[in-house]
């Protein structure tokens, strides 16, 4: 691309910024690394990470730039694909009222979605372990649940069971059943818990 403008690959999706910051990196003598859509002469979209800095003359004008790019399209799309199915697997736990939930058996701690995080009443600050987790069960079900709990984990069983909790940021009461896998190690030693958590109020309700 030596003594081409390189604007004529410029596909018009990277974010002006973008452009802006590398600009800024290599006037100031420095090398730019990130990532830029272009575009093919066809017109197809592609992804690059780039390298780019700029070529001076015995005056310290930029005359060339010098780039190296690696075409990253492939993940950009998997990237997208991810998202997109983040984006539908939290829309349709938010129409049916289900959380999901990974716990480290060993630790006791645990991530989960942020529909279960709204059905608990808590935020991210809040203590994701076994400890929280049998604070947020109502008093009357906590000793049962837990005793449930740890013949699970113990035998190797699945979690299934209904129990009442009290939402933590305004106390109300709800009903929810709690459903899960423990996964064995190698060895089997249990590595981890997976399931979901479906507020069933209305149900217990009616």
Not at 130 to 158: A, F
């Amino acid at each position: 691309m030596w003594g081409k403008n390189p604007r004529f690959l410029q596909s018009g999706k990277t974010d002006p910024k973008v452009y802006k910051e590398l600009w800024d990196t290599i006037l100031n003598g420095d090398m730019w690394k990130g990532e830029i859509c272009n575009k093919k002469k066809d017109g197809s979209l592609f992804w690059e990470y780039c390298s780019i800095s700029g070529l001076r003359n015995h005056e310290s004008k930029i005359m060339h730039l010098f780039a190296i790019k690696n075409d990253i399209t492939e993940r950009k799309k998997a990237e997208e694909l991810a998202l997109e199915n983040s984006k539908l697997l939290s829309d349709s736990q938010t129409a049916a009222h289900i959380g999901s939930y990974e716990q480290d058996v060993d630790s006791g701690r645990w991530k989960c979605s942020e529909m279960l995080e709204t059905i608990f009443g808590i935020d991210k600050t809040y203590p994701h372990t076994t400890e929280g987790w049998v604070s947020i069960v109502h008093p009357d079900s906590r000793g049962k649940l837990l005793k449930y709990y740890e013949s699970v984990v113990t035998k190797n069983r699945n979690f299934d069971i209904e129990y009442k909790i009290i939402r933590q940021n305004d106390g109300i009461e709800r009903w929810v059943h709690g459903l899960g896998k423990v996964q064995n190690g190698s060895e089997g030693k249990n590595l981890y818990m997976i399931g979901t958590i479906l507020d069933i109020t209305e149900r217990k309700r009616n």
